[in-house]
Nanobody, 127 residues
């Protein structure tokens, strides 16, 4: 089992940047593919980004592609989400998640594919 704790959320103006972190503890971090999801009030959980166990492969949701970058440091058991050019529609609770199953390139990662979840960190973008 792995425990996940997100940090780095906050309030930022439109056009600004934030970097989220997700620290993992428990089993070997490099065993897990990692993802970021987000959920805005009244909306469904939305996939944002995924990174493979080694960090070589990344995949992004259409709404964040070109603005967000996912990365990981296996030595620190941490995954990051660098968010640039933030807009009010990016406001949401951001969750990191870990999966043991292998991601299939070209498929859209689903929440049910991830086995462990953090509690989330709030990101608010003001206009």
């Amino acid at each position: 089992q792995v425990q996940l704790v997100e940090s780095g959320g906050g309030l930022v103006q439109a056009g600004g940047s934030l970097r989220l972190s997700c620290a993992a503890s428990g089993r070997t971090f490099s065993r897990y593919g990692m993802g970021w999801f987000r959920q805005a009030p009244g909306k469904e959980l939305e996939f944002a980004a995924h990174i493979s166990r080694s960090g070589i492969f990344t995949y992004y949701g259409d709404s964040v592609k070109g603005r967000f970058t996912i990365s990981r440091d296996n030595a620190k058991s941490t995954v990051y989400l660098q968010m640039n050019s933030l807009q009010p529609e990016d406001s949401a609770v951001y969750y990191c998640a870990a999966r043991t199953s292998t991601y299939t390139p070209g498929s859209i990662p689903r929440a049910q594919d991830y086995d462990y979840w953090g509690r989330g960190t709030q990101v608010t973008v003001s206009s």
